[in-house]
Structure formats: structure tokens, C-alpha cells
């Protein structure tokens, strides 16, 4: 089986494990449980606060002392367990014990599936940039499929959707073992006590442009857990009004939705191309305004005559999450050490999908209860909305703050 093919097997099955729950969990919490959206919210950043940490810490552990895959295929396992059990949880506080345990698994695996295929496509002497996007395009896809299982067989409200995660889990954690071996760097003599420890990517904080990056990641990953939240829940709320009741798009929101990933596709292949001819800060920017985009197109949406509106905001998603996650990964990659590119990769995670999740999805849980819900129901064109200025302020932000000149000899560090 060629190298390719079996990274390809990979990034399907880890974003299948997501795609199966992370856009249809809302459905369940507030269709099937009837549990309040301050509490959804607290559930949401069981995935930030697993961040914090967890992606840290494992990429020093796989820096050093457990190779990469091998740690993918244990956390994988362990994750598939505690997936089985979720369906048995009964209490808000019970699950998000529950799923901040999945979390503190599942969220790692993304960082480490990374260093993975980076570290095998670098021993074969393949050009990253040109290479990963169309390996990682898989993952989307599998997200895609996973999304679409759910949903056509039904599981969108019930407790089925984790059934299928944890069986996705367990088969890409035994497969893990299988993959290529990821090296680690034996721990010289003399070495410093922050080398001891791992921390040697935390470093790269003292480069104000990293600097930088990485705030800037904390604010843009707040922007992606507000969409992963509450895109399906949106959709579904429809269905309390009779003119829309009885329309596809609000019986089987996640297909709708899945739009969204299918735009993913298109815009990963395109990276390498963007990469080359802007640089990084007019990507990221391109990603920002991308996401102001998206949430004003879902403020003036609905599932009837406004349905146009929300399909061009699921394709330019797309653009917003791939030009954000797939070329920061890339960047980091070209900024950091060798010994640590495992850290590095898990310090992207951390800013993201750790600090910037919990800064999301607290918040947007307490403001919606506190500001945008009335008599039980949620005023979804303000809370559109305020997400799209909140993305807007932080665009301009960047635009001004993060100074980068871009040079083509930049991604050649890439391959190298």
C-alpha cells in the first residue's frame, strides 16, 4: 500500500470520529435531553479546555519518549470506549464529565495525526505544501460521509450518532499501529530543564510575530466552535414555525450543512497555490473576512426562500476554516525545530481549539441565554450577527497588527 493511500486511510477515519457527532450533538442536547443552552455551552468547551493542555503535552510526549502513531492509536482506543458509554449518560453535569474525558483523547489525535503525515512525507523527501492538501482533503471527506450516515439513517437527535464515532475510533486505533514510524529525539546531555520538560516550543512566544499568530489563532479558533455549535441547532429551530416544518433542509440539517465540508475540498486543494502567491497574512485574512461572510449570509437566511443565502454561506466555510487551520498547521511547520514539531503542532492546537474553544463557546452559550432568547426561543438573526462583527473587529485587527512580509523562499522551508 503506498505511503499516500495510507495517510489518506488516516485523515478519513480521524474526521469521520468527529463528523459523526461535533455538527449533530446540538440536535441531541436540545431536541432528544431539553437541556438549556448555558449548559450546551459548557459541553462545547469540554473540547477547548482538553486543548489547553492536552495537544501540549502529548506532542512533547511524542517528541520524546512515545513515537507519534503509536500514541494516535492509543488515544484513539481509549477515546472509542468512552464514546460507547456517552449514550448511558443522563445528567448535563454527568455528561460533560463524560465528554471533557473524550475530549482530552480525541483532541490531541488531530495535532499528532498531523505530525504523522508530515514527518512520513518529509522521510520521503515530498514537497508538503504540494502533497498534504490532497491527502488531507480525505479528512473533510470523511467528515462528509460521517455527517451524512447520521443523518439519513436518522441518528441526528438520538444517541446512535456516538455509536457510530466510538466503532470509527476503535478501527482507526488499531490501524494507527500500522502507520508509518515517527521518530523520537533522544534527550541530549546537558540539556536545559525547559528541553528536560518539552517546552522548548513555548519559545517561540518570544518572536512577536509568532506572538502574534498565535493570539490571533485564540481568536479565530473562538470563531469555528461558534459554527460547529450551532449551524444544526439553527436549522432545526425551524422547525417550531409551520411554513417550515416540513421542508428537507430543517428535517436534515446536517446534509445541509455538509455543504460546508464539500467547500472544504475544493479550498484545500487550493492552498498550495494561495500559499505560494499571497503568504500567509493575506491568507489568514482571506480566511477572516471569509467567516464574517459567513455568519452575516446566516443571519439573513432561513430554509425557504432564504435558502440560497445559507448554501453560500456552507461554501465559503470552506474557505474560512481550511486558509485558517490547514495553513497555520502548515506554518508552524516552517517555524519550528525538528525536535519540536510535534510541540509546535500541539501549541496551534492548543491556541485554537483549547483557549480560542472555551473563549467561544463560554461565552456565545452565556450571551445567546442572557441577551437572545426569548420565552425559550433564540433569536438567530442577532446572534448571527454578533458573531459577524465579532469576526470583522478581529480581521481588522490582524490587518494591522501582525506584520509579515511575504517571500516565495518562504514555503520552500516546507520541504526541507
Known amino acids: ?29 436540545f431536541q432528544n435531553k431539553g437541556w438549556s443552552g448555558t449548559e450546551f455551552g459548557a459541553i462545547f468547551s469540554t473540547m477547548g479546555i482538553a486543548s489547553i493542555f492536552m495537544p501540549a503535552i502529548t506532542g512533547i510526549i511524542a517528541d520524546r519518549y512515545i513515537n507519534a502513531e503509536r500514541l494516535l492509536g492509543i488515544f484513539h482506543i481509549m477515546g472509542a470506549g468512552i464514546l460507547f458509554y456517552i449514550p448511558e449518560v443522563q445528567t448535563p453535569h454527568m455528561f460533560f464529565v463524560v465528554m471533557l474525558i473524550n475530549m482530552i483523547f480525541y483532541m490531541p489525535t488531530i495535532s499528532l495525526s498531523i ?34 450516515v447520521v443523518s439519513l439513517l436518522g ?37 536545559t530543564l525547559a528541553s528536560a520538560l518539552g517546552l522548548d516550543a513555548f519559545k517561540l512566544f518570544k518572536e512577536r510575530k509568532m506572538a502574534l ?12 466552535q461558534l459554527t460547529n455549535a450551532y449551524g444544526d441547532t439553527f436549522l432545526h429551530d425551524f422547525a417550531k414555525i409551520d411554513k417550515y416544518k416540513d421542508l428537507l433542509s430543517v428535517k436534515y440539517p446536517a446534509i445541509i450543512m455538509s455543504i460546508s465540508q464539500v467547500s472544504e475540498t475544493l479550498f484545500i486543494l487550493a492552498i498550495p497555490f494561495f500559499l505560494k502567491k499571497f503568504g500567509i497574512k493575506k491568507v489568514m485574512l482571506i480566511s477572516m473576512f471569509a467567516w464574517v461572510l459567513r455568519f452575516g449570509l446566516f443571519a439573513i437566511g432561513n430554509p425557504a426562500e432564504g435558502l440560497p443565502w445559507i448554501i453560500i454561506s456552507c461554501i465559503v466555510y470552506g474557505m474560512a476554516f481550511d486558509f485558517f487551520n490547514i495553513s497555520g498547521s502548515l506554518y508552524v511547520e516552517s517555524q519550528c525545530d525538528e525536535k519540536i514539531r510535534a510541540s509546535g503542532q500541539g501549541l496551534f492546537m492548543m491556541m485554537t481549539n483549547g483557549f480560542g474553544a472555551v473563549l467561544g463557546s463560554s461565552i456565545s452559550g452565556w450571551m445567546i441565554d442572557a441577551f437572545f432568547t426569548t420565552n425559550g426561543d433564540i433569536q438567530w438573526p442577532s446572534v448571527w450577527t454578533s458573531f459577524a462583527i465579532y469576526s470583522l473587529v478581529v480581521a481588522l485587527l490582524f490587518a494591522v497588527l501582525f506584520k509579515h512580509k511575504h517571500s516565495p523562499k518562504d514555503i520552500e522551508s516546507f520541504s526541507h
Open 1 to 29: 500500500m503506498s505511503l499516500k493511500l495510507r495517510l489518506t486511510i488516516m485523515n478519513f477515519l480521524q474526521f469521520f470520529i468527529w463528523g459523526a457527532w461535533l455538527i449533530t450533538i446540538g440536535s441531541y442536547w
Open 115 to 148: 505530525t504523522v503525515a508530515y514527518s512520513a512525507l518529509k522521510k520521503e523527501g515530498l514537497d508538503i505544501v504540494k502533497v498534504y492538501p490532497p491527502i488531507r482533503v480525505w479528512g473533510t471527506i470523511g467528515f462528509i460521509a460521517a455527517m451524512w
Open 155 to 191: 441518528f441526528e437527535k438520538s444517541a446512535m450518532q456516538f455509536y457510530v464515532s466510538a466503532i470509527a475510533s476503535l478501527c482507526l486505533g488499531i490501524y494507527s499501529f500500522s502507520l508509518p514510524k515517527c521518530d523520537v529525539n533522544k534527550q541530549p546531555k546537558n540539556q
Open 213 to 224: 499568530f498565535f493570539i490571533f489563532s485564540m481568536l479565530l479558533g473562538a470563531a469555528l
